[in-house]
């Protein structure tokens, strides 16, 4: 069993930063891929970027160039760092862990990101 815990939500203003965490406990094989994803309301929960152990990235077109995932894997545990911000980055942001077969099989309770304009 995997258990997720994120941090870092919360309100900024259009062009602002902030800079997610999630710390994950399980085994190893259950967390070789960390990622993030985020759901607005009224929309579905899509891919925002996962890293695997050996630190390849996949970045949702979006977000390219804005933010960056990163892991400690010493901690186990995976970071979104947000900047240049939007409104329409608004939404929660979840958390995801899982293999390489199936890379979101566990998922965090999720944290708010509110972007004024």
């Known amino acids: 069993q995997v258990q997720l815990v994120e941090s870092g939500g919360g309100l900024v203003q259009a062009g602002g930063s902030l800079r997610l965490s999630c710390a994950a406990s399980?085994?190893?094989?259950?967390?070789?891929?960390l990622g993030w994803y985020r759901q607005a309301p009224g929309k579905q929960r899509e891919l925002v970027a996962r890293?695997?152990?050996?630190?390849?990235?996949t970045y949702a077109d979006s977000v390219k160039g804005r933010f960056t995932i990163s892991r400690d894997n010493a901690k186990n545990t995976a970071y979104l760092q947000l900047n240049s911000l939007k409104p329409e980055d608004t939404a929660v942001y979840y958390c995801?862990?899982?293999?390489?077969?199936?890379?979101?099989?566990?998922w965090g309770q999720g944290t708010q990101v509110t972007v004024s304009s």
């Open positions: 399980g085994s190893t094989a259950s967390t070789t891929v």
């Open positions: 995801s862990a899982g293999s390489i077969s199936y890379p979101a099989d566990y």
């Open positions: 890293i695997h152990r050996a630190g390849s990235t």
